[in-house]
């Protein structure tokens, strides 16, 4: 639906349920590193399953699609759309055999577009460790300015990490997305 150069971002489909838990959800320390929340173990049926419920309306939940084979990618989101402040935040997960191909950044900017372009936001804020290097440089690479450090903010698998924080202005974007 919002083509990158490279991926897509679709709405959810049920056949992804499957393998977003499996190879995201499931991968404890990934899922540790990338949530705020615990991770708990959950039944497949279990309506409190990851992916299985409406988003919020604060949010919009798309898969990442590689444009060429119609491959589920991995999974992106827009939250905590905040239409007072006009802002909103970035998450991104990628299935392992597709990190490390330039995918990161191409969602980045693809959710840009859909919250600058389609939602009007004016600021969009991504936070992650402090030690992610694939997502401090898929951040960087479309255009967000590092603005702070939250030290020891984030409980990740028995011990306390510092956490980043990227910010990117509609006025700073560049459709398209260039390198800052
Ligand atoms: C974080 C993530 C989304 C990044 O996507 P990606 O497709 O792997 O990253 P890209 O290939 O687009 O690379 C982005 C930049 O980071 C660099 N990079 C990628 N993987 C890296 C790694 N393992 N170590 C250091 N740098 C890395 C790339 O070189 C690129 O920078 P450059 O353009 O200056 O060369 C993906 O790795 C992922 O899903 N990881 C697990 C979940 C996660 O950590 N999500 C983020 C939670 S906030």
Same mark, same amino acid.
């Given at each position: 639906?919002i083509?990158? #150069?490279k991926i897509g *971002?679709?709405?959810?489909?049920n056949?992804?349920?499957?393998?977003?838990?499996?190879?995201?959800?499931?991968?404890v320390?990934t899922?540790?590193?990338a949530d705020?929340r615990?991770?708990r173990?959950?039944?497949?049926?279990?309506?409190?399953?990851?992916?299985?419920?409406?988003?919020?309306?604060?949010a919009?939940?798309?898969?990442?699609?590689e444009?060429?084979?119609?491959?589920?990618?991995?999974e992106?989101?827009?939250?905590?759309?905040?239409?007072?402040?006009?802002s909103?935040?970035?998450?991104?997960?990628l299935?392992?055999?597709?990190?490390g191909?330039?995918?990161?950044?191409d969602?980045?900017?693809?959710?840009?577009?859909y919250?600058?372009?389609v939602?009007? *936001?004016?600021?969009?804020?991504?936070?992650?460790?402090?030690?992610?290097?694939?997502?401090?440089?898929a951040?960087r690479?479309?255009?967000?300015?590092? #603005?702070?450090?939250?030290?020891?903010a984030?409980?990740?698998?028995?011990?306390?990490?510092?956490?980043?924080v990227f910010? *990117?202005?509609a006025d #700073?974007?560049?459709?398209g997305?260039?390198?800052?």
């Open positions: 639906v083509s990158g #150069e *971002l679709r709405p959810r489909r056949d992804d349920i499957p393998i977003l838990i499996e190879e995201l959800y499931n991968d320390l899922t540790s590193r705020t615990p991770w173990p959950f039944a497949q049926d279990s309506r409190k399953a990851p992916y299985a419920n409406e988003p919020p309306d604060n919009a939940c798309f898969c990442v699609v444009l060429a084979s119609g491959e589920l990618v991995g992106a989101i827009l939250w905590a759309i905040d239409t007072h402040n006009r909103g935040r970035l998450g991104l997960s299935r392992p055999a597709f990190r191909r330039g995918y990161g950044v969602s980045v900017r693809a959710l840009c577009e919250g600058f372009a939602r009007g *936001l004016q600021r969009l804020q991504l936070e992650t460790l402090a030690d992610n290097a694939a997502m401090i440089g951040a690479r479309a255009g967000f300015t590092r #603005e702070g450090t939250l030290r020891r984030c409980w990740v698998y028995g011990e306390f990490l510092d956490e980043a910010g *990117l202005l #700073e974007w560049q459709p997305g260039q390198d800052h």
